[in-house]
């Protein structure tokens, strides 16, 4: 195991071979690196579902602040049922679904 300062190090011993394969944030690993020239030979395994991993983004906001939560929460909603987000979606990620439900 090792760290890495940035993904471009990462990619870097990928293509070099001193690394077999790279466990990391799938949006990154298709828009940063497999669509670029240097990532033409790689390819994404099945997701890994483990609870150790992150599975879900959200919005920090400073502790206590729950009028701003409910604000974002009632948001975040309607951009989802007015189908805003969809399009926003497919739009920047064509059929790469960020939005996991959970």
Do not use: C, W
Not at 18 to 40: H, I, N, Y
């Amino acid at each position: 195991t090792q760290a890495y300062a940035n993904q471009d190090q990462v990619y870097a011993d990928l293509i070099s071979g001193r690394l077999d394969a790279s466990v990391q944030d799938m949006l990154q690993a298709e828009l940063g690196f497999l669509k670029s020239p240097q990532g033409a030979g790689y390819e994404i395994s099945a997701a890994i579902d483990d609870p150790l991993l992150p599975s879900k983004t959200a919005v920090g906001i400073k502790k206590g602040n729950q009028a701003l939560q409910t604000l974002l929460n009632k948001g975040i909603k309607a951009l989802h049922d007015d189908g805003t987000y969809t399009k926003i979606q497919q739009k920047h990620f064509g059929d790469l679904n960020l939005y996991s439900g959970k």
